[in-house]
């Protein structure tokens, strides 16, 4: 499997599913940003922990609340 | 970005006695809910409000603290992510006083758990050039949570001084204290230039391991009950039952019993009577003490007997909920509704908070993302947040009446918000941003700082409404007496009367509840008790008193976040929405032939 086959976006994980953040998209630079300076920063490993009704994450040791767009924004890798 | 670099003595080589022009100023900087609030109360000795959740702090809070063998002025700032690219309007506060030079040494005050963002943020710190201290807090949280810091070479690496410290138990502030002679500009090396995240990264990962641990285990179960509908919902539901058993059942009907019969008809207003009818020879000048309209008789009546003990409970499990990282959550669930708003879910905090205190609430507006979301927040709050005070005589109103009654006016009220809310979504320019959320972590609260907070608060509550509530009370006296009252009374009437099928006496209230919304409230809650309104009046009036801009001070503080041109028009289309809204109701109401 090459490693674009493994990268996956944050929102379509599954709740309990971790990965490796590989980057995090570019279209909104203020978001990337905003994401980076809370720590969603490439190598950082990330929990899903629920998709409804908001998508909950974990990086470190916080919790992140997001809307999808956001979510959608995240590429990970999993392991 | 480069910051105005300031020519840094070591102040490690100073003399045991220093003279200085003026005392050395330490700003205590660091990202949101890490404690820096706790930390400056630890070493100043003095009390900033500390909740549980980002964006306390809204202004920059100074005192006085010994450090480094002298006496220093320490400066609280509001938290933040990041110090360089687009920053709110907190990072700003906190990036001007680096700028400005307005800070002499920078205490980073970061939490253990999370050192990847704090190194971040220190080797943004690096490039302003400030000598620093990096306080690693909460490290007991961090242990529980099987994080360890190699805290001592972490400080050979960068440079500077690296203490661990709990700041609610004062661990590790002594060491603190002394370690600010021996602040550095950190050195981050050449091989990262400018890549923070790197460089944060690099170091995060030398220097901290993780161990197994099994000890917060249960606040992660706690936790996802809290955030998963399922369990969410049903423990939402709970939290305000239990509020309205507090603050409605409590505070308003067992305190304002014992306050209102026990106290004030029992024993303060009959003996200011006496007192005044003894002492005081003018008619007047009784009249306006204990008279209908009396200092005395109404207005610390309204204030201490009615208000207080339900803004007392209030802010008291307000303080609980704030503390136990709960609030937050909501944002969860609510970010969609927000979201056709023109919000997001970050909105729920200032939300929340209006119902404690409209006036706070709209100055923490700050804490949302663009100038759209901040002026749509602070025309909710003033439309339908009814705060607690107003809550209390809603409570003691409608509770009286009953439950159909309180389902309906908040059921109006919420439709209301919302519909105004999607409207001004659309209707004004400009952008939401997106949500982007930190959760603090769900903790017991500490009952001593739920009880300082309660107290601050009270006591501000006195300070602020006390006197709008007697000066209402004068007001109303002079009008009164001059005969303005009546003409007043007579030219609202066929608003008040007509439209919406009240008393024509309710019309003084509605005066009232100009200046402050509760004591309108109040008003109503003496008409009710003495049997002049009936169900649907009740409803009716509480209704549009609730859609009213809150009071004065909430107006003033709407003239300072948003101008005074945005807090006129407000003001214009919230009062239209309020009578239109009772207008409606009432017709609708007597039309189906209601009685609560």
């Known amino acids: 499997m090459s490693p674009s086959e493994k990268t996956r976006r944050l929102l379509n994980l599954n709740p309990g599913v971790s990965g490796r953040v590989v980057r995090v998209t570019r279209e909104n630079p203020d978001r990337a940003d905003r994401l980076i300076a809370l720590g969603v920063t490439p190598g950082a490993v990330v929990t899903v922990l629920q998709r409804f009704p908001g998508v909950v994450f974990l990086c470190d040791h916080t919790e992140l609340a997001v809307e999808p767009a956001v979510a959608r924004a995240i590429v990970v890798e999993i392991e | 970005m480069s910051c105005a670099q300031a020519a840094v003595r070591n102040p490690a080589a100073d003399p ?30 003095q009390y900033a409000v500390v909740s549980n959740y980002p964006g306390t702090t809204v202004s920059v809070t100074k ?3 010994m450090m480094g063998g002298e006496v220093c002025e320490l400066i609280d700032t509001p938290g933040v992510t990041a110090l360089e690219g687009a920053l709110t309007e907190d990072e700003l506060v906190a990036r001007r006083i680096l700028d400005r030079g307005e800070a002499d040494v920078v205490i980073q005050v970061s939490d253990a758990r999370n050192l990847r963002r704090a190194l971040m943020l220190t080797s943004q710190l690096a490039s302003c050039g400030r000598p620093m ?25 960068l440079g500077i001084p690296v203490i661990e410290t709990v700041a609610t138990e004062g661990r590790g502030v002594g060491e603190l204290r002394e370690a600010i002679a021996r602040a550095a500009v950190p050195s981050c090396g050449e091989a990262h230039r400018g890549n923070h995240a790197r460089l944060a990264h ?11 641990h099994s000890a917060a285990r249960a606040q992660e179960r706690i936790g996802r009950w809290v955030r998963e509908p399922l369990t969410g919902l049903p423990i939402l539901a709970l939290v305000l039952y239990g509020m309205y058993l507090a603050v409605g059942v409590f505070g308003a009907q067992t305190l304002v019993g014992l306050l209102e019969a026990g106290l004030f008809e029992a024993v303060v207003n009959p003996g200011a009577a006496a007192l ?21 008789s109404m207005g610390l009546t309204y204030a201490i007997a009615i208000v207080l003990p339900v803004v007392a409970t209030f802010f008291f499990v307000f303080g609980f909920l704030e503390d136990s990282g709960y609030i937050p959550r909501l944002a969860i669930f609510s970010d969609r ?17 209006g119902l404690g205190c409209d006036t706070m609430a709209t100055m923490t507006t700050r804490i949302l993302g663009t100038p759209k979301e901040r002026l749509i927040a602070v025309l909710l709050l003033a439309l339908g947040i009814p705060c607690s005070a107003q809550l209390a005589t809603i409570l003691g109103i409608l509770g009286g009446v009953s439950f159909a009654a309180l389902v309906t006016l908040f059921g109006v009220v919420l439709l209301q918000m919302f519909l105004v809310g999607f409207l001004a979504a659309r209707a004004i320019p400009g952008e939401r941003s997106e949500f982007i959320m930190e959760l603090p972590p769900l903790r017991w609260p500490q009952l001593g700082n739920v009880v300082r907070k309660t107290l601050l ?28 009252l009546a003409r007043l009374t007579s030219a609202v009437e066929p608003l008040v009367v007509g439209l919406l099928g009240l008393p024509a006496h309710a019309a003084a209230v509605f005066i009232m509840g100009f200046l402050r919304r509760d004591y309108g409230a109040a008003g109503l809650f003496q008409m009710s008790k003495a049997g002049e309104l009936d169900g649907v009046q009740a409803v009716v009036a509480l209704t549009v008193m609730t859609l009213f801009v809150p009071c004065v001070a909430n107006f003033l503080m709407m003239v300072k976040e948003q101008g005074l041109k945005a807090a006129l028009r407000i003001l214009g289309v919230v009062t239209v929405i309020a009578i239109g809204t009772g207008t409606v109701l009432n017709a609708v109401l007597r039309g189906l032939r209601v009685a609560f």
Do not use: C
Not at chain 2, 202 to 212: C, G, K, T, V
Not at chain 2, 464 to 482: C, H, K, N, S, Y
């Open chain 2, 16 to 45: 045991l006695l220093t003279l200085r022009a003026r005392p050395r100023r330490i700003a205590l900087l660091g990202n949101a809910n890490v404690g820096k609030s706790v930390l400056f109360g630890r070493l100043t000795g």
């Open chain 2, 63 to 65: 005192g006085r603290a």
């Open chain 2, 133 to 157: 201290v990096l306080a690693l807090n909460m490290v007991d949280e961090a242990r529980a949570h099987g994080v360890v810091i190699d805290a001592a070479a972490l400080s050979t690496r």
């Open chain 2, 202 to 212: 690099d170091l995060a990962i030398q220097y901290r391991r993780h161990r197994p």
């Open chain 2, 276 to 296: 005044v009818n003894r002492a005081v020879p003018w008619a007047l000048a009784r009249e306006f003490l204990v008279g209908e309209y009396g200092l005395v």
């Open chain 2, 337 to 353: 509704i927000f979201r056709t708003m023109g919000l997001n879910g970050k909105a729920v905090l200032p939300m929340v908070l």
């Open chain 2, 457 to 484: 608060r009270v006591r501000w509550y006195l300070g602020e409404a006390v006197p709008l509530f007697l000066f209402g009370t004068a007001l109303l006296f002079v009008l009164d007496r001059v005969g303005l």
